[in-house]
T-cell receptor, first 113, second 113 residues
Framework: GENVEQHPSTLSVQEGDSAVIKCTYS??????FPWYKQELGKRPQLIID?????GEKKDQRIAVTLNKTAKHFSLHITETQPEDSAVYFC????????????FGPGTSLSVIP | DAGVIQSPRHEVTEMGQEVTLRCKPI?????LFWYRQTMMRGLELLIY????????DSGMPEDRFSAKMPNASFSTLKIQPSEPRDSAVYFC???????????FGEGSRLTVL
């Protein structure tokens, strides 16, 4: 089945700086890569996703890049703000197991004002 | 739509007691997922239903756990008997299709003493 790894596990940045979170996946057949944000005490919510027919997708200050050859994908947050502080989860679909979404272990991002 | 609705939000019980968690998915969604979240194990998929049918229960930890979806608007996750190691936040999520955006409920925080 699919295995998703995520680095770093914790990340602290100064407000206004950029943050990058990297993930790797194991199954070359995976073709859907969502990112979820979970604020403290809240539910996870989708912030951006990418499918394997594109290499990059942007939405305002957030961008995701995908390298299918290397089985890597990354989340980039520019001009970070305190409200970006949260746990971010990357995920990938498991084509060998009903196409279900498998989550990485999460990255705790702290944006220091 | 009010989103995915879970109850109870908090449950404190004693070891050996039966626990039932409830979920109402978003109307029109045909996939429903139960996740367990702990610090140690992150977001674990316990079971996935498609069109009210259990498709993959490989994540259910042991026979003490069971889940049902009697109709498109209701699902339960039952733990009997409960143990302290079952303490976690249990999330229900629904989506249209398997690898589409997951809409999470607010979660049920279970504490087993």
């Amino acid at each position: 089945g699919e295995n998703v790894e995520q680095h770093p596990s914790t990340l602290s940045v100064q407000e206004g700086d950029s943050a990058v979170i990297k993930c790797t996946y194991s199954d070359s057949a995976s073709n859907y890569f969502p990112w979820y944000k979970q604020e403290l005490g809240k539910r996870p919510q989708l912030i951006i996703d990418i499918r394997s027919n594109v290499g990059e997708k942007k939405d305002q200050r957030i961008a995701v890049t995908l390298n299918k050859t290397a089985k890597h994908f990354s989340l980039h947050i520019t001009e970070t703000q305190p409200e970006d502080s949260a746990v971010y989860f990357c995920a990938a679909n498991d084509k060998t197991s009903y196409d279900k979404v498998i989550f990485g272990p999460g990255t705790s991002l702290s944006v220091i004002p | 739509d009010a989103g995915v609705i879970q109850s109870p939000r908090h449950e404190v019980t004693e070891m050996g007691q039966e626990v039932t968690l409830r979920c109402k998915p978003i109307s029109g969604h045909n996939s429903l997922f139960w996740y367990r979240q702990t610090m140690m194990r992150g977001l674990e998929l316990l079971i996935y239903f498609n069109n009210n049918v259990p498709i993959d229960d490989s994540g259910m930890p042991e026979d003490r756990f069971s889940a049902k979806m009697p109709n498109a608007s209701f699902s339960t996750l039952k733990i009997q008997p409960s143990e302290p190691r079952d303490s976690a936040v249990y999330f229900c999520a629904s989506s249209f299709g398997v690898s589409g955006e997951l809409f999470f409920g607010e979660g049920s925080r279970l504490t087993v003493l």
